[in-house]
């Protein structure tokens, strides 16, 4: 076994990262977070949960994948925000986006302490973006 593959190997499960992540936010945001994860699965229960970009300045990102990324979990001091890698080809008749308006790819949910969720609409969002996955996926 070479170095790397050890090293992945130890590597803690993603769901265990995720579950690690939402247990260091003991306020509002761990359970938004907790809740939009919850809701992705309930949308997708074929989803992929991943954890990436983990680096020395930051313990890493919950990713949400089917046929390619669908969304991330990211906390701030202030939200949760939930980006959808390809949100910008995505119909949001519901209006939920609201971060990250200005990019040709990606579109987010940034979410505050108080703000309840249209789960109606962003199951939907999330069946979209995988639809959307699935239709330019390369099998």
Do not use: C
Request: hydrophobic share 40%.
């Amino acid at each position: 076994m070479t170095a790397k593959a050890s090293k992945t190997h130890k590597a803690k499960a993603p769901s265990k990262q995720i579950n690690a992540r939402i247990e260091a936010l003991p306020d509002w945001r761990g359970q938004m977070l907790n809740r939009i994860r919850a809701l992705v699965k309930d949308a997708d229960p074929d989803v992929v949960e991943e954890w990436k970009w983990a680096k020395p300045t930051s313990p890493g990102v919950p990713v949400w994948s089917h046929d390619g990324i669908l969304s991330t979990g990211e906390t701030y001091k202030n939200s949760v925000k939930m980006t959808f890698a390809r949100g910008a080809a995505l119909n949001d008749p519901a209006g939920l986006f609201n971060a990250s308006l200005e990019g040709s790819t990606r579109r987010a949910i940034d979410f505050h302490e108080g703000d309840s969720i249209d789960e109606k609409a962003l199951k939907l969002l999330i069946r979209a973006a995988v639809a959307l996955n699935k239709s330019t996926a390369r099998h």
